[in-house]
């Protein structure tokens, strides 16, 4: 935000915005139950209080609404690359969409489809981790402490910069029908297809 005229320091500043935040989860090899959480945002005297039992899970086991499950489908297809090796290799990726409104559902599914014909870029998470670019250390597969210099190290733009390994294309994205699972439970399904350029 921008003002026109300076603020003192000690002014209090309020101002409204749209907070929204999307969970994504894997849609497979979770090592716990998932339960579904509506109405999460709402900030209600005693509402969702720990004996209503929509607390009561494990903050592990809870998934707030809008979210996003992801799943890589095991099937891969590859085409050749060049003579002498190498080759591309095509992944479906489909993405579960699970909001409480039909029309939160359709945007999310649109921004997913949205992406189509887009490159990312892909770092080495193997050259990433003998470097020690991680934002925590481990120790016997536990982790310890928050790194020094957690916060350049472990982000996306550094570690793709500095470990680069190859891009991904996705393209053929598409979205299909809407279903009404429950009342306030919709659910969309989009999937596209994924291309890795052999490094």
Same mark, same amino acid.
């Given at each position: &935000?921008?003002?026109?005229?300076?603020?003192?320091?000690?002014?209090? %500043?309020?101002?409204?915005?749209?907070?929204? /935040?999307?969970?994504?989860?894997?849609?497979?090899?979770?090592?716990? =139950?998932?339960?579904? *959480?509506?109405?999460?945002?709402?900030? !209600?005297?005693?509402? $969702?209080? $720990?004996?209503?039992?929509?607390?009561? *899970?494990?903050? *592990?086991?809870?998934? *707030?609404?809008?979210?996003?499950?992801? !799943?890589?489908?095991?099937?891969?297809?590859?085409?050749? =690359? $060049?003579?002498?090796?190498? $080759?591309?290799?095509?992944?479906?990726? %489909?993405? +579960?969409? &699970?909001?409480?409104?039909?029309?939160?559902?359709?945007?999310?599914?649109?921004?997913?489809?949205?992406?189509?014909?887009?490159?990312?870029?892909?770092?080495?998470?193997?050259?990433?981790?003998?470097?020690?670019?991680?934002?925590?250390?481990?120790?016997?597969?536990?982790? /310890?402490?928050?790194? !020094?210099?957690?916060?350049?190290?472990?982000? +996306?733009?550094?570690?793709?910069?500095?470990?680069?390994?190859?891009?991904?294309?996705?393209?053929?994205?598409?979205?299909?029908?809407?279903?009404?699972?429950?009342?306030?439970?919709? &659910?969309?399904?989009?999937?596209?297809?994924?291309?890795?350029?052999?490094?």
């Amino acid at each position: &935000m921008v003002f026109d005229s300076a603020e003192a320091t000690t002014s209090d %500043v309020q101002l409204e915005y749209s907070h929204k /935040r999307v969970e994504v989860v894997p849609a497979q090899g979770i090592s716990w =139950f998932r339960q579904l *959480q509506q109405n999460s945002f709402r900030n !209600e005297a005693d509402f $969702q209080v $720990q004996g209503s039992g929509g607390w009561a *899970q494990l903050g *592990q086991t809870r998934v *707030q609404l809008p979210a996003i499950a992801v !799943e890589i489908v095991p099937g891969v297809k590859t085409k050749p =690359f $060049q003579l002498g090796g190498g $080759q591309w290799v095509h992944s479906d990726v %489909v993405f +579960y969409i &699970m909001a409480e409104n039909h029309w939160e559902c359709v945007n999310l599914m649109d921004t997913i489809v949205n992406q189509n014909d887009r490159t990312i870029e892909l770092f080495n998470p193997t050259e990433a981790g003998i470097a020690g670019a991680t934002p925590f250390t481990f120790e016997n597969g536990r982790q /310890r402490e928050l790194r !020094e210099y957690a916060n350049p190290s472990g982000l +996306y733009p550094n570690l793709v910069e500095n470990y680069n390994w190859s891009k991904c294309w996705i393209f053929d994205t598409r979205g299909n029908d809407i279903t009404e699972l429950s009342t306030d439970l919709y &659910m969309g399904v989009t999937r596209c297809t994924t291309e890795v350029k052999p490094t």
